[in-house]
Each structure stands twice: as C-alpha cells, then as structure tokens.
C-alpha cells in the first residue's frame, strides 16, 4: 500500500478563494482524521469519521470548514472562504478502528493563503 | 474530551545524555498511547506505543513508561543522537471513539 495519500502538497492562494484538500486512506481503514499544524497549537483534531460517518467535528474551527468522506476511499476538507490565519500544515491519518492501532499520516498539505 | 499535556516544550541536550518527556492525560477510559516522531517538513511517524496493561516498553534506546493511576506517560531516550533531534508527540486513544488527542509537541535538540 502507498500509505496515506494526501493532495496537493502545497497551496498558494488568495484570501477569499476556497481550498479543497483531499485525502486517500490506507485500504482497509476505517477511521480518518484531519489534523491542523501550527506552530503556535501544534496539532489540532479538526474531524474523525468512522466508516465514513462523522463522528466528532467539534475541532471544526468554525463554519467556513466543511469536510466529507463520500466513501471509504477518499475524504475532502474544504475552507470557504479561506483566511491568511487558516494558513498551517493540514494532515489526514487513517487507522483501523478494532483495537487500538497505530494512526498513519499522510505527507500532509501546506496552506498559505495571502 | 480526551486534554493530554506534555513537557516541555523544548530541549536540549548533548550527545549521548538521556531525554526525557512527560505527558499527562484526563481520561481515564484511555488505554493506548502512541508516541510520535516528526522530522522537520515531514509526517509525524510511530516510534513507541504502549497500552495501559503495560507498565513499561523498550525498543532499543527508547523506553516508555505508563502510570494509570497517576495518568501519566513518559517517554525515556538514553544515549541521544544528533538524529533524534525532532518533535516528538505524545497521543492518548479513547477505546470507544479511537480518537488520538496529541499533546502539543516537544521539540528536541541533541547537540552534537
């Protein structure tokens, strides 16, 4: 397996615009997270879903962040419109579930937005 | 929720001194707690894990110590390298929802 597949790597964009970031979990996981990186918070818990249903999204900032898990293969966050202050590192991890295992992250997404 | 602390924040030490990291945790249904380590530009990748019918893991120079009862973890590296510089997380897991709550990270820097 590749691991977890994050897209893009790095984004530029400007204040206003919205930004999709998307996320590939490992094959057979069933929990996905979000994560937000900062220097000043470190990692942050934005979302889990568990076999695609949102579980827990109280680490959502605030209304302009939405994420989906349409299926057990792919999950989006997106922000609308985007803030400089969303600026960070965005990580998506999956695990299994049964048991508790080891969370793989992936390479993650940088976010500017100027 | 899960509010897992950790120190410190930074630290520094020379080549071949042990490093030590504590963290605490609020839960007390928590029974696994994963240790994280993150290389500067790169993902935070599992270096040690331990669950709460253990007291103590090794692996080599890392050693992680668990006390239930006083909720709190610590992560021991003995004989530090100038590559085990990183941040390093710790993370504690609710069984029922397997969420990892992270603590806030502690940057380590082995001089050489």
């Known amino acids: 397996d590749a691991g977890v597949i994050q897209s893009p790597r790095h984004e530029v964009t400007e204040m206003g615009q919205e930004v999709t970031l998307r996320c590939k979990p490992i094959?057979?996981?069933?929990?996905l997270f979000w994560y937000r990186q900062t220097m000043m918070r470190g990692l942050e818990l934005l979302i889990y879903f568990n076999n695609n249903v949102p579980i827990d999204d109280s680490g959502m900032p605030e209304d302009r962040f939405s994420a989906k898990m349409p299926n057990a293969s792919f999950s989006t966050l997106k922000i609308q419109p985007s803030e400089p202050r969303d600026s960070a590192v965005y990580f998506c991890?999956?695990?299994?579930?049964?048991?508790?295992?080891?969370?793989?992250f992936g390479q993650g997404t940088r976010l500017t937005v100027v | 929720g899960e509010n897992v602390e950790q120190h410190p924040s930074t630290l520094s030490v020379q080549e071949g001194d042990s490093a030590v990291i504590k963290c605490t945790y609020s839960d007390s249904a928590s029974n696994y707690f994963p240790w994280y380590k993150q290389e500067l530009g790169k993902r935070p990748q599992l270096i040690i894990d331990?669950?709460?019918?253990?007291g103590e893991k090794k692996d080599q120079r890392i050693a992680v110590t668990l006390n239930k009862t006083a909720k709190h973890f610590s992560l021991h590296i003995t004989e530090t390298q100038p590559e085990d510089s990183a941040v390093y997380f710790c993370a504690a897991s609710n069984p029922n929802f397997n969420k990892f709550y992270f603590g806030s990270g502690t940057k380590l820097n082995v001089k050489p």
């Open positions: 991890a999956s695990t299994r579930t049964e048991k508790n295992t080891e969370a793989f």
């Open positions: 331990i669950r709460s019918n253990v």
């Open positions: 094959s057979g996981h069933n929990s």
